[in-house]
């Protein structure tokens, strides 16, 4: 099935928004990109557009159901939405976009569903991981940021500003609150068992300042995973790096992919420039 560059792919029973920037899956190596639990494929800005020019890879961009233009889901989520995605949902969208080689690049909520499933699926077309503000436990900071963030939502212009990249925005805001603020899940939600079957290397990014979770989320992935990790540590940075410290994301995210795709950047683009149709 060939894809145009943005539209929405049939997966199970959702119709996904997605965006394709660069060489399309079956041409390069391709960088998929799963948000945050507040992201959508508009939220990301002209990041993904950025980490394609400059790493050369094909970048694909999506959001899950209940996201973005994405088809809505039936609340509440179930407490382990995370892994079911990271299980049922991205093996499906992965073979639908005729993957054949790249990252899986997640931030936040998408971190882990992107770690959970490279230690639940061998699966040899994912040649690394990029986890940004990865979650694998709970902490108590970050559910109390979260209970802010909805008095932020009844009291704030928060939803009208969400609104702007969700269709169905009171299902993006409290499908993600209410999991995360069960009590349940605070006791529940723990990944880190999966790390340590990652067979392909890492590379972990959080900012010293993240009030959603702490340098502690990156260092058990340093103590839980055989497989090669580098971790970025970037002071004075929040919870999304790829917007507050871009720069220095992009080149260890293109640095990371350089050693696993040897790819010239300029030279891709003019070959995918000029070959013939």
Not at 185 to 210: E, H, K, M, N, S
Not at 222 to 247: F, M, N, S
Request: glycine share 8%; with cysteine; net charge negative.
């Amino acid at each position: 099935m060939t894809l145009s560059d943005h539209g929405h792919l049939v997966v199970g029973d959702a119709s996904l928004e997605y965006r394709m920037i660069g060489p399309h899956p079956d041409a390069a190596p391709t960088i998929v990109m799963l948000h945050e639990g507040l992201g959508s494929v508009t939220t990301w800005g002209a990041f993904p557009d950025a980490l394609a020019e400059r790493s050369g890879c094909g970048v694909f961009v999506y959001a899950r159901a209940g996201y973005g233009q994405s088809s809505p889901v039936r609340l509440p989520r179930p407490l382990d939405y995370m892994q079911r995605e990271a299980t049922e949902t991205l093996p499906r969208l992965l073979d639908a976009i005729g993957f054949r080689q790249g990252l899986l690049l997640g931030h936040s909520d998408g971190a882990s569903i992107a770690a959970y499933y490279a230690g639940t699926h061998q699966d040899h077309r994912v040649n690394g991981v990029v986890p940004i503000a990865p979650h694998f436990f709970t902490e108590a900071a970050g559910l109390g940021e979260i209970a802010n963030a909805k008095t932020a939502y009844e009291t704030t212009d928060l939803r009208a500003k969400l609104a702007r990249h969700h269709a169905n925005v009171d299902i993006a805001f409290r499908g993600w609150s209410e999991a995360w603020l069960d009590p349940k899940f605070a006791t529940d939600f723990d990944l880190t068992d999966a790390l340590a079957y990652i067979r392909v290397p890492i590379l972990a990014i959080q900012g010293t300042d993240d009030r959603y979770g702490t340098l502690a989320q990156v260092r058990v992935v340093e103590d839980e995973c055989y497989c090669p990790v580098e971790t970025l540590v970037l002071p004075g940075c929040g919870h999304a790096p790829h917007r507050e410290k871009a720069d220095e994301t992009l080149a260890a995210i293109t640095a990371f992919s350089e050693q696993l795709f040897h790819i010239d950047a300029q030279a891709l683009d003019d070959v995918v420039r000029f070959s013939p149709l």
